[in-house]
């Protein structure tokens, strides 16, 4: 019989208006302490009364500092760069130790480098750096001088979670020693004025499963994980936040925009048929929870359908209220939230969901709470034209 490795996460990366490393991300969500402002950029009558979360200056300051030519770098490939650094020093890794290392570069993008577009929108020409999404994964391994596979994945806002789902199943079967896989997206007018024409836009702030919800609010960032085998991570003695239980993605295909139940349990359940586990075993749920009436309820109709007696979940803890949404890295910022909660046995509120919509009949945690005995955590990542993607995470000791 042939022994399947457990495959690990031994290091995590941010970038994100709430903080650009992992301990202040983390804070800001255990503290609810977020950044929305009206946005200003917008085009004019597409959503210049709404509120955005975007990276301050300070903040793009510091990665610019680190980031070898940075000046001319589209914000996509910046955050991702600097996300990816941030993962691989927690990982212990770097040029010597991933000398004779096959690592590839797996990235969940939704709209390639969108100020490359945006620039294009109000000036007619496209920088010399080209409008691909390709440029982002192809930017990280040039920059590392990683020598395996690299590839964007688009998926919508589960691209990260999809992402994870090739990168998990290229490392079982052993085609690459070492993976990094994530999601970046900066800010983008396009998609901002396509979510205001779909009135899905919040005027206040991101409430997932609140009965005053009105709408995600949009925000840019990245999110990367590092993935290995547990053999090798036992070589270096390398402790790990995790262990990635199994992944299920389906597409359903049913409507553009509004999410489809049936699909979205179909890939639940290959989640759990691929991880051994039933929905007994589910203590803990990072939903998608955008704020948006349609997805909230659906959601929250999918939890009630799969987990019928909820005795053993504990609750829901939703993280979009504060970071805001992060459209194609919101799954891998999901998880790299779910590897601090980990490390650190505390879960944040779910930020502005209170009164809750007694529709969204859901045990959401609305004020931060001490666990340290936390076994299975399921993220949920939902996209546009019913692109669906489930990761289930155990912890590892």
């Known amino acids: 019989m ?14 994100s208006p709430i903080g650009i490393s992992t301990q202040d991300f983390y804070n800001n969500l255990i503290n609810e302490k977020y950044s929305h402002t009206i946005e200003t950029t917008a085009f004019p009558g597409h959503g210049d009364d709404k509120r955005t979360a975007r990276l301050t200056q300070e903040q793009k300051n510091s990665i610019d500092k680190l980031i070898n030519g940075s000046e001319s770098m589209p914000n996509t490939a910046k955050y991702a760069i600097y996300a990816v650094d941030s993962a691989l020093k927690d ?8 000398l004779n290392k096959r690592v590839a570069v797996i990235i969940g993008n939704n709209d390639a ?3 490359v ?18 440029n982002i ?18 998926n919508a806002c589960a691209s990260s979670n999809m992402a994870m789902d090739l990168a998990f199943t290229m490392l079982k079967n052993k085609l690459v020693d070492i993976i990094v896989v994530g999601g970046a997206d900066s800010f983008s007018l396009r998609n901002y004025a396509g979510f205001n024409s779909l009135k899905s836009l919040s005027q206040s702030t991101c409430k997932p499963f609140s009965s005053f919800r009105d709408g995600i609010t949009v925000t840019e960032g990245a999110g990367i994980v590092i993935l290995e085998r547990e053999s090798d991570m036992v070589k270096r003695k390398k402790s790990a936040y995790c262990e990635v239980l199994g992944i299920g993605s389906s597409n359903d295909a049913y409507h553009l925009t509004h999410p489809e139940k049936n699909g979205i349990i179909m890939a639940v359940e290959k989640a759990f048929k691929y991880s051994g586990i039933t929905y007994k075993d589910v203590e803990y749920i990072m939903p998608h929870g955008t704020g948006t009436p349609t997805n909230d309820e659906t959601e929250s109709a999918i939890i009630k359908e799969v987990y ?11 993280i979009k209220g504060t970071v805001g949404h992060m459209m194609g890295a919101a799954g891998a910022v999901a998880t790299v939230a779910i590897c601090m909660i980990y490390k650190n046995g505390i879960l944040p509120p779910s930020s502005k969901s209170i009164p809750q919509d007694e529709v969204c009949d859901v045990k959401v945690i609305t004020e931060a709470i001490k666990d ?6 399921v993220n949920h990542s939902f996209g546009f034209g019913g692109n669906n993607s489930v990761v289930v995470l155990r912890n590892y000791n």
């Open 2 to 15: 042939i022994e399947i490795e457990r495959i690990l996460i031994s290091g995590i990366g941010v970038v």
């Open 137 to 154: 994964s192809k930017g990280v391994s040039d920059y590392f001088k990683l020598n395996a596979l690299n590839l964007c994945v688009h």
């Open 117 to 134: 577009f945006d620039n294009y929108i109000k000036t007619g020409r496209f920088v010399k750096y080209g409008y691909s999404s390709y």
């Open 113 to 115: 480098e969108s100020d």
């Open 308 to 318: 019928p007696d909820k005795k053993n979940l504990k609750g829901i803890c939703s």
């Open 91 to 98: 990982a212990g890794l770097n040029e010597s130790n991933l």
């Open 372 to 377: 340290d005995n936390i076994g299975i955590f």
